[in-house]
């Protein structure tokens, strides 16, 4: 038989399929014992998915505890081939956390090389992400807040105005399109130096191409496990895949925007007091000794791609996870009527000693923390926070052991509702938040913005961000429940980072004393 007559045999793709399927499954399996053989629980992994078969389908926090109440606060999971550890243990995290931080300095991320994205603190590693965190973390201190803090307040005036018109209209308030619009807007400002006024309607750009961002439908289908199952199928592709997948004709639309802003700032000596001007002055002021003198770190064209970088990172960063959380802080508001009133009478206390809400009259009210930071435990807003292991890792004299490009997974909505940190966890509490009690309690417990030297950079602007919002809303109006609110906030399903909620419509009012 010649070679067009084996090629053509039946009997010869028989045993090409076969071999390739005998390939493939001993390749996607050849890891599957990697837990077990240290004795650390966790669910059965089927070849080429691992444990992610179905997950577009779930929502995730649900997803998370249930897998938690089945396997403990340790346990192996796959995503693909690939090991990942799932920690809710909080010795476990503080070690690797904090104690032994330089195990684990990474994130799981693609290498981007497109510039810009390439410059997001997200996506750094090593060094390079020490350098950068540590040039750009200036502009996070509380004096650059404060400046920061005149512009969030012109928004907080807007959306104070949006809402007054949902009164005037129906007294309905659909909280995330609202908060929406009023998170874009501070970002516009501080983030891009940008004052939008048609912010929020249909038509207008900025805010239709953050939403195309924000909205990946990918998220609810089987595609978006291969980022995760097998990275190095992106990895192959390079920058095709990059220009395809990531930098998105939206995301150019936010480059542009700011290359302009950059532009302009350069012929202009006003001062502006938004992110862009402080980043920048942060970031020139970051050295390097260079043949024993001191000179400065990058160049003016890299300072202005590592802006660019954070500007758009501060919007991915920022933008969902703020409007989510005021989402379930009124939509909390409304079927806690009693937390809501004790709210309003300690602003309206401290209004007494104040002409307006502003930065130093929102770090006099405690309850207003409380009520945030509980917000924050019970619907984290990043389900899950990722590491990588840099190099290989023993912990507790070798029961655990972690090789070097291990995934590490701490579920926060797991954390966060845990029994044993948080008793009665599904009952909404302020009070857990008192010094008394926040003392009694492990902090590695609390993980909304991360811990240790990687947690979020930007968490005083969120924090400032929230406190003048909802200050300024309880002050004004009220929340209570209407036919279309649910009895428990209801949230998206789909592999997605940030929790989603729907649904979460509140009546809403004047207050009488208004």
């Not at 929020?200 to 980022?227: M, R």
């Not at 030297?453 to 209407?482: D, H, T, Y």
């Amino acid at each position: 038989m010649d070679a067009s007559g084996i090629l053509s045999s039946p009997v010869t793709w028989v045993v090409v399929i076969s071999y390739f399927l005998y390939y493939l499954y001993r390749h996607t399996t050849s890891t599957f014992n990697y837990f077990s053989d240290q004795g650390i629980p966790g669910p059965k992994p089927i070849p080429i998915f691992g444990n992610m078969w179905g997950v577009w389908k779930a929502i995730l926090p649900y997803h998370d505890l249930a897998l938690a109440k089945k396997y403990g606060k340790v346990f192996g999971y796959f995503d693909g081939p690939i090991p990942n550890l799932w920690v809710a243990d909080v010795d476990l995290i503080k070690a690797m956390y904090v104690k032994d931080f330089d195990h684990f300095v990474d994130r799981r991320s693609p290498d981007i090389k497109s510039k810009v994205m390439r410059k997001w603190l997200v996506l750094l590693k090593g060094q390079e992400w020490k350098d950068v965190r540590s040039s750009v973390t200036p502009a996070f201190t509380t004096g650059k807040i404060k400046r920061m803090s005149v512009l969030i307040k012109d928004c907080v005036a807007s959306l104070c105005d949006r809402v007054t018109t949902v009164i005037e209209k129906d007294g309905k308030l659909n909280a995330k399109m609202v908060f929406g619009a009023f998170t874009m807007d501070v970002i516009a400002r501080c983030a891009f130096g940008l004052k939008i006024d048609t912010l929020g309607e249909k038509n207008d750009p900025f805010t239709k191409n953050a939403h195309n961002i924000f909205s990946p439908a990918a998220n609810k289908t089987p595609v978006i496990l291969l980022p995760y199952m097998y990275p190095g199928m992106f990895s192959l592709f390079g920058l095709l895949t990059e220009r395809l997948v990531i930098v998105t004709k939206e995301m150019k639309f936010f480059f542009k925007l700011l290359e302009n802003v950059l532009k302009d700032r350069l012929e202009s000596k006003q001062k502006f007091n938004d992110f862009i001007e402080l980043a920048d002055e942060a970031i020139s002021e970051y050295t390097k000794e260079v043949d024993g003198k001191t000179v400065p770190m990058w160049t003016r064209e890299a300072i202005h791609e590592i802006i660019m970088g954070q500007s758009t990172f501060f919007m991915l960063a920022a933008f969902d996870t703020t409007a989510t959380t005021l989402t379930s802080i009124c939509f909390q508001l409304a079927i806690n009527p009693d937390v809501q009133e004790k709210l309003y009478e300690s602003i309206a206390a401290k209004m007494q000693d104040y002409d307006e809400v502003s930065y130093e009259m929102v770090q006099d009210v405690p309850y207003l923390e409380m009520v945030i930071q509980e917000v924050l435990r019970f619907y984290p807003p990043v389900v899950r926070l990722e590491r990588v292991c840099t190099k290989d890792y023993s912990y507790d004299n070798g029961r655990i052991k972690i090789k070097k490009g291990q995934v590490i997974t701490i579920p926060t909505y797991v954390l966060h509702h845990s029994e044993e940190y948080y008793p009665d966890p599904e009952k909404f509490d302020p009070e857990r938040w008192t010094p008394e009690n926040k003392a009694k309690r492990n902090p590695y417990s609390y993980m909304a913005f991360g811990t240790g030297p990687r947690n979020c950079i930007g968490m005083r602007f969120v924090m400032e961000e929230l406190k003048l919002a909802l200050c300024s809303l309880v002050q004004k109006f009220r929340f209570f429940p209407i036919a279309e609110t649910p009895e428990r906030l209801q949230f998206d399903y789909g592999l997605n980072q940030v929790m989603q909620p729907i649904g979460a419509t509140v009546g809403i009012e004047l207050r009488q004393s208004n």
